[in-house]
Nanobody, 124 residues
Framework: QVQLVESGGGLVQAGGSLRLSCAAS????????MGWFRQAPGKEREFVAA????????YYADSVKGRFTISRDNAKNTVYLQMNSLKPEDTAVYYC?????????????????WGQGTQVTVSS
């Protein structure tokens, strides 16, 4: 069982930056691939970024490529999402997720545990 707690969301102007963190419980954090997803009101949850167990492989949605960076610190049981050049369309609740797969995946079905989410609002 893995418990995930996101933090770092908030209100920011367009063009600004935020850094999300996701702290995981347990001793097996490095056994999980990690992902970030987001869900805007009235829309389905969508993939944002993912990182492999070791952190050597990352994968991004086209909509955030070049603006967002996912990273992890296995010693701190934490995964991060650095978000730069934010746009109003980035407004959503952001969720982190942990998956047992050895692969970096972009579908919600590829993840076994989810956090409660943190709100990110980008004003124009």
């Amino acid at each position: 069982q893995v418990q995930l707690v996101e933090s770092g969301g908030g209100l920011v102007q367009a063009g600004g930056s935020l850094r999300l963190s996701c702290a995981a419980s347990g001793r097996t954090f490095s056994s999980y691939a990690m992902g970030w997803f987001r869900q805007a009101p009235g829309k389905e949850r969508e993939f944002v970024a993912a990182i492999s167990r070791s952190g050597s492989t990352t994968y991004y949605a086209d909509s955030v490529k070049g603006r967002f960076t996912i990273s992890r610190d296995n010693a701190k049981n934490t995964v991060y999402l650095q978000m730069n050049s934010l746009k109003p369309e980035d407004t959503a609740v952001y969720y982190c997720a942990a998956g047992r797969s050895a692969m970096v995946v972009s579908t919600t079905r590829g993840y076994d545990y989810w956090g409660q989410g943190t709100q990110v609002t980008v004003s124009s």
